[in-house]
Each structure stands twice: as C-alpha cells, then as structure tokens.
C-alpha cells in the first residue's frame, strides 16, 4: 500500500514557478514508477508528466515540455514537479499517482495509487 500526499500548490501570476511535492508513505517507494495529472475544470484528468523508479528516464505532455520538470529522491520518498513559465491554462488540481511498475507510464490505468490533489492556480 502506497499513500500519497501533494503539497506546494498555490496562486501564482502567468510567468512564475511552483514547485509540488509529493511524499509517500512506503518502504517500496523507489520500486515505483510516479506521475502527475492534472484536472482543470470541466475537463477531464490528463496526463502531465512521468518517471521512472531511478530518475533516469522522463516523459512530458507535449502542453508542459520544457516548462515543466519532474524529478525523485528515493532518499526521501518523494516526487517532485517543478513548474515554470506557467499560464493560466496550466490550473488545475494536480494529482501525483504512483505505478505497480518501476517504468514510465502516462496512462492513468497504469497507476494504482493517488494521492488526494493540490490546486493551482494561474492568474493571468
């Protein structure tokens, strides 16, 4: 069992950067592939961006790509989002998932365990 909780969000003017956390509660956390989606309102959750078990290898949304930054510390059991350059389309809550798997995933039903969100929010 892997629990999850997001930390970080917030309001922030177009241009400025937040950075999510998001600390689990498992001694198999580096054995875990991680996420984050987003779900703005009205739309459904998407994927944003994905890593592996070590931190080597990364996928991005195409909307994100170069923006954004997702990173690891088993160390600390935890995952990371830096989000820079952000716009007013990027808010939403955003939601950090971990996989049965140790790969890179960006399917939602390649993840088993969510956390419970954060909101951001980007004022224009």
């Known amino acids: 069992q892997v629990q999850l909780v997001e930390s970080g969000g917030g309001l922030v003017q177009a241009g400025g950067s937040l950075r999510l956390s998001c600390a689990a509660s498992s001694r198999t956390f580096s054995s875990h592939g991680m996420g984050w989606f987003r779900r703005a309102p009205g739309k459904e959750r998407e994927f944003v961006a994905g890593i592996n078990w070590n931190g080597d290898n990364t996928y991005y949304a195409d909307s994100v790509k170069g923006r954004f930054t997702i990173s690891r510390d088993n160390a600390k059991n935890t995952a990371y989002l830096q989000m820079n350059s952000l716009k007013p389309e990027d808010t939403a809550v955003y939601y950090c998932?971990?996989?049965?798997?140790?790969?890179?995933?960006?399917?939602?039903?390649?993840?088993?365990?969510w956390g419970q969100g954060t909101q951001v929010t980007v004022s224009s």
């Open positions: 998932a971990a996989a049965p798997g140790g790969s890179v995933y960006y399917r939602p039903d390649n993840y088993g365990y």
